[in-house]
């Protein structure tokens, strides 16, 4: 706070004083700098005595306490706000029964404040986002509206790997370099007349035998050995297996021993992971799974939600990613290289129970749909929906969709006003069902449907409903907790209670848990970055690494919820949740396979808790050099709570990546600046703990650079391509905190943060309440989270017990 002048500054005299926003900051600011000491600087001889700085803290915080409330009780804590992707999406999945949509990247990012994407102020409404609103409504009405019609009865159906086109392709291929080739197999045997196209690809006496191998994984978004004799003809419900098996494939003779003889194959030497993704375009999910053994066998993935024209990937993830020109396979050794051997996909599907086509049902009821005459433009549908009254229908059929899309009782106007909308369409040439469409896209992009309406005070039921889903659903309500608020009794706190623990038990509470991580940890920004391809090769095309520490997040945090576990495993924990790739990259033995399952970290472990995880330290690195300062921020305000501000307008370090200089050294004569060393002297330490750790999270003693005067490391990146780089000077993450404890690495910082678990809790209720709320931590409610706190204590500040409290809170329950 330097060069602050007081005697400018207006102060709050009493609970009426009109205030903006800035200068109630301000004070709120002095008022924390005080209490904690900071202020006066210590170099001011005349200090207020103990006394007097009590007397002043006590008026200004019960000025500032009551103004705000005075505020509060006028307006409420939040501003009017809109539905943000996520909520609309999961709105539209829910509303529709149609859980495999996906909407929420047809609008553009949703603005942030206080960390969250919930706050009114940044939820601004442009015409690009009425746009994107009616776009989506849209094709999702159109994309239920085809599930009836198009659906095909659930059949089981292999389709062979020697049958699908785009690995048949790879056959023999003048453009495949001998990595990038697919051969046939029988068994562990090539078939090399097959392979030269002078024999048929496949024949019946020998089906069910036959495969066919490769020893390199897919690029996500480019080169694939994608499964394109199968495309979902609707979207839905799949049951999916694979055959196949890993192989070993001898090096052919020199010169050309970097390349595969496939016809010296022996089984595999170990498993192999297998992640399946869906392609269609660039768009690409992970949708499951599995691990591919050296003995043939059949892997059953489960079912699958896919879009129409989706078909699946399988990706052996451990497998080289060939990057032209000139690769060669990392993996190669004298002895040979890995591979996989696929024999066939079997799908089974779509699966059909009730829910099919609720969606459709939703917005036609049972009226049936016959097939049409192709129309014109983009939208044409090749199906129309049978009325013989549409008038009637229409009147009906909104009043019923506005009942579901609508919280509140439906305004007859409303009902009116888009029966109308339908009318004038159908006047003006439409047909019924398009028509129709019209008025559903209207309703769904409507202030009725896209904004919440909450006024000031205690929330009335319907408002509480609709916090609550969107908190713990990041969607609208469903049909019980709508029964509650139309009966008036959710306010009760032993319903609340019971509601809350509802809404946690059902699956859709994933949606909180990845919707909440995705802006408290920012674990959204994960691939906001790309590892050096000088630098840091190995990472480099390491999709599975990114994430498996994307999931182990997200677990850990699920198992804090479900096992209500105290708030310093946020810290520090004697678990994580990792695969055979994770382990393997923060060094843990005994963990194989592509499963993600909890796992007891050894004793003295830097693992554990959210600091050292991979994902967290991505995020906070830039993909070829670390930042303390980044990092360091990153902690003070995600996991302690504190607010640091803007930093002034002087040039930023840049780190020296030819390794002669380290950070540590840099930041030095930053601090030297007495604008930047106040901030630093807090921001810095933190960050130092974690130079331990380098861009994606593995331990280091020394940094890398790129000094060309330095004998290299050399080696091949998982694209195949050569890299280099030199281990330059040794980490120090040594540091020492503002109030002077020192620490000598992460396991001493951590130590230290856990010295004060009660910070940790009330920076968690806080994130949860700003998250759960929409609205910011004020110094007004500062009580209500102390409340929270006096309540979970008992059990550690439980997270479970934490985020029932938020529910019950004034904070929660009030505008």
Request: glycine share 6%; charged share 25%.
């Amino acid at each position: 706070m330097g060069n602050l002048d007081l005697t400018a500054l207006a102060y709050p005299v009493s609970a009426t004083t009109k205030l903006d926003p800035p200068t109630v900051e301000k004070w709120v600011k002095v008022h924390d700098r005080l209490a904690a000491g900071e202020m006066p600087p210590k170099t001011i001889r005349q200090r207020p005595d103990a006394l007097e700085t009590k007397a002043f803290l006590s008026s200004l915080s019960a000025t500032l306490t009551a103004q705000q409330r005075l505020e509060t009780a006028r307006e409420g804590r939040t501003t009017q706000r809109r539905l943000n992707g996520y909520e609309y999406e999961n709105s539209l999945r829910d509303l529709l029964s149609a859980p495999w949509l996906q909407l929420k990247g047809q609008f553009p990012d949703d603005g942030e404040a206080f960390r969250f994407n919930k706050i009114g102020d940044a939820l601004d409404v442009s015409h690009v986002h009425l746009a994107r609103y009616l776009a989506a409504a849209d094709y999702a009405i159109r994309q239920v509206i085809s599930v009836p019609y198009a659906t095909v009865p659930t059949t089981t159906r292999r389709y062979y790997a020697r049958e699908t086109p785009d690995i048949t392709n790879k056959v023999n291929h003048w453009n495949q370099q001998g990595d990038r080739q697919v051969y046939p197999l029988l068994g562990l045997k090539g078939q090399r007349d097959v392979w030269a196209k002078t024999s048929p690809m496949t024949s019946p006496d020998t089906r069910e035998q036959e495969a066919m191998g490769w020893v390199s994984s897919n690029y996500v978004t480019g080169f694939r050995y994608a499964w394109d004799s199968f495309h979902a003809p609707v979207p839905g419900r799949y049951r999916v297996k694979f055959s196949g098996y890993t192989i070993w494939a001898a090096p052919l003779p020199a010169p050309r021993s970097h390349l595969p003889n496939f016809e010296a194959v022996s089984p595999g030497q170990r498993d192999e992971a297998v992640n399946v993704y869906t392609r269609k375009g660039v768009l690409n999910r992970r949708v499951a799974g599995f691990d591919l053994t050296p003995t043939p066998a059949v892997h059953d993935i489960g079912e699958v939600w896919l879009l129409a024209g989706e078909t699946l990937v399988p990706d052996a993830s451990r497998l080289f990613r060939s990057r032209p020109n000139n690769f060669r396979n990392p993996l190669m050794t004298e002895s040979g290289a890995p591979g996989v051997a696929f024999q066939w996909m079997e799908v089974e599907g779509p699966l059909q129970d009730a829910t099919t086509t609720a969606g459709y049902q939703t917005l036609f009821g049972d009226l049936p749909l016959k097939e049409k005459a192709p129309g014109k433009g983009l939208n044409a549908t090749k199906f129309e929906v049978v009325s013989k009254d549409p008038s009637h229908d229409t009147e009906r059929l909104l009043r019923q969709f506005l009942q579901k899309a609508y919280l509140r009782p439906v305004p007859e106007a409303d009902v009116n006003r888009f029966a109308a909308l339908a009318t004038s369409q159908r006047t003006a040439g439409l047909s019924f069902t398009e028509s129709m469409i019209t008025a559903y896209t209207a309703i769904l992009a409507s202030p009725g449907y896209v904004y919440l309406r909450e006024k000031p005070g205690l929330l009335d039921d319907y408002a509480l409903a609709e916090r609550l889903s969107l908190f713990l659903w990041n969607s609208r309500p469903d049909a019980v907790l709508r029964a509650h608020a139309s009966k008036g009794d959710l306010h009760q706190s032993a319903v609340l209670k019971a509601e809350t623990e509802r809404l946690l038990h059902d699956p859709r509470s994933n949606r909180f848990i990845e919707a909440f991580l995705d802006y408290w940890l920012d674990l959204r920004k994960m691939e906001d970055s790309t590892a050096s391809s000088t630098l840091y090769n190995d990472y480099y095309l390491d999709d599975a690494l990114s994430e498996a520490a994307l999931f182990e997040s997200q677990l850990f945090f699920t198992e804090m919820l479900k096992q209500n576990l105290p708030a310093r495993n946020v810290v520090a924990s004697k678990f994580t949740f990792l695969n055979e790739r994770l382990a393997v990259h923060y060094g843990i033995p005994g963990v194989q396979g592509v499963a993600m399952r909890r796992v007891d970290l050894p004793p003295n472990s830097v693992r554990g808790g959210f600091l050292t995880q991979a994902s967290i330290l991505k995020i906070t690195a830039n993909g070829t050099t670390t930042s303390p300062v980044m990092r360091g921020k990153w902690i003070m305000e995600r996991i302690l709570g504190y607010q640091i501000p803007q930093p002034p307008a002087v040039p930023a370090v840049e780190p020296d990546i030819r390794g002669a200089v380290t950070i540590r050294q840099q930041l030095e004569k930053h601090r030297s600046d007495p604008s930047c060393a106040s901030c630093h002297n807090k921001l810095d330490p933190p960050g130092f703990a974690l130079e331990s750790f380098d861009i994606m999270g593995a331990w280091r003693d020394r940094y890398r650079g790129a000094d060309e005067n330095v004998p290299p490391v050399k080696g091949l990146g998982k694209n195949g391509q050569p890299f280099q780089f030199h281990y330059a000077l040794p980490v120090d993450s040594t540091g020492k905190m503002p109030d002077g404890r020192e620490f000598a690495d992460i396991r001493d910082f951590k130590k230290l943060l856990l010295a004060d678990e009660a910070l940790l809790a009330r920076n968690m209720a806080t994130q949860l309440t700003v998250y759960a709320t929409g609205a910011p931590v004020r110094f007004a409610d500062r009580p209500e989270i102390a409340r929270i706190l006096a309540k979970t204590s008992p059990s550690g500040y439980g997270l479970h017990d934490i985020v029932a409290e938020v529910v019950q809170s004034a904070l929660f329950r009030s505008k």
